[in-house]
């Protein structure tokens, strides 16, 4: 058998087209679908990044949900200004069911914040310490936001047991009001 220039030619179209095939058309065609794969997987990350984000809304929102009934549930605590006389009122009553003496009050200037006011109230007691700590817990278990912010207390000369406190009882509120 001869191979002459007919066989070579013959040959090479043989050989040419799958090469050409391979660089023509499976080449292109592979780049294309490793292209769509990165896309697909990109996709994939995408829609999970986006799943993970919608559940973390779910819980964002009943976070909100609570963090309002919270604020609801302290703005129920604040009293109006016009509230703060009968609160006062309840602060004597408590110290006098305690079984302190008849407190004296002077009313400080309503001090502003961002969203509330502020009513300070210098308070005098005396009696007994007893009577004194158990008029402290009933002030703690008020419903509305009070604090105490100095307090002095000297014990009394006269009576074992017995004392005087001086102290400033803040009373918070809402409202434009200022009250005396």
Avoid at 79 to 93: A, D, M, N
Avoid at 105 to 124: A, F, N
């Amino acid at each position: 058998m001869r191979f002459g220039i007919r066989e070579f030619v013959l040959l090479a179209i043989l050989l040419a087209m799958p090469l050409s095939s391979y660089w023509l058309v499976f080449r292109p065609q592979n780049e294309e679908i490793e292209q769509a794969e990165r896309e697909i997987e990109h996709k994939r990350a995408m829609l999970e990044k986006l799943q993970v984000a919608t559940s973390r809304s779910d819980t964002l929102e009943d976070a909100n949900e609570e963090i309002a009934q919270g604020i609801a549930a302290i703005e129920e605590r604040l009293p109006t200004g016009k509230e703060i006389g009968s609160i006062v009122r309840e602060v004597s009553r408590l110290a006098l069911e305690s079984g302190l003496e008849q407190p004296g009050m002077t009313s400080g200037v309503p001090v502003r914040g961002s969203l509330y006011w502020e009513q300070p109230i210098t308070m005098t007691l005396k009696g007994e310490f007893n009577g004194f700590y158990d008029f402290l817990l009933a002030l703690e278990q008020m419903p509305r936001i009070t604090r105490i912010p100095n307090m002095e207390v000297l014990r009394s000369r006269d009576h074992d047991g017995h004392l005087e406190a001086t102290f400033t009882l803040s009373i918070y509120f809402e409202g434009e009001e200022q009250s005396s």
